[in-house]
């Protein structure tokens, strides 16, 4: 079982990213990738959890312990999968997500894709009360400052964000209802269409 990897971040897709170490490529699916683009072609360190199917194996990752810690608490409710968890993490209001949980917030929690009245009331159920130990203070840090680009790349980070959005787990509906708004923002980064498009996508 993997802890952490130290390596060269060489590609960051909407999905997923790789990490180089030791001549070895390691594809890290990822909430939202983007969050590392000032970092490609430098060392990062990012802990994983691997998940072991019947016919798959895959590697998650995550910024932080703490992110890595809820992450495995939300895949042990009944009906919340990784890909599932994964979206949840993506909106990054990890402190709205556990007030939701310990308000029994149910209508918050049904934003999430995949996850339905009955999920989001095991959600509930299982984690209520259990998730002080995180270190929730911790879960605020953010990795770099949203960057102003120029309009040839906007449109690109603009694509990147809605693939990214699709690849959460989003339907083509929802996708396309903040896509609108998004291009109607100051030209920004990935990152930060990603961060305000999961924003909208709650709301």
């Given at each position: 079982m993997y802890e952490y990897i130290k390596g060269i971040l060489t590609h960051i897709y909407p999905g997923y990213l790789v990490v180089e170490?030791?001549?070895?490529?390691?594809?890290?699916?990822?909430?939202?990738?983007?969050?590392?683009?000032?970092?490609?072609?430098?060392?990062?360190?990012?802990?994983l959890y691997q998940n072991v199917s019947q016919d798959d194996m895959r590697l998650f990752g995550f910024k932080s312990y703490e992110e890595?810690?809820?992450?495995l608490k939300l895949i042990n409710?009944?009906?919340?999968?990784?890909?599932?968890?994964?979206?949840i993490l993506a909106n990054e209001d990890h402190m709205g997500l556990i007030q939701a949980i310990e308000?029994?917030?149910?209508?918050?929690l049904q934003?999430?894709?995949g996850v339905g009245k009955k999920t989001a009331s095991q959600i509930v159920l299982d984690l209520k009360g259990k998730l002080g130990e995180l270190g929730i203070d911790n879960f605020t840090g953010q990795l770099s400052?949203?960057?102003r680009i120029d309009s040839k790349q906007s449109n690109l980070s603009l694509q990147e964000a809605i693939e990214a959005l699709y690849a959460l787990g989003y339907a083509k509906r929802e996708v396309t209802k903040v896509e609108k708004t998004l291009e109607e923002l100051e030209r920004t980064t990935t990152d930060a269409y990603i961060r305000e498009g999961l924003r909208l996508l709650m709301k």
């Open positions: 170490a030791y001549g070895v490529g390691y594809h890290i699916l990822m909430a939202n990738p983007f969050r590392y683009t000032d970092y490609h072609s430098k060392e990062v360190m990012i802990y890595k810690g809820l992450f409710v009944s009906g919340i999968g990784p890909k599932s968890a994964l979206a308000h029994e917030n149910i209508k918050f934003k999430f894709p400052e949203d960057l």
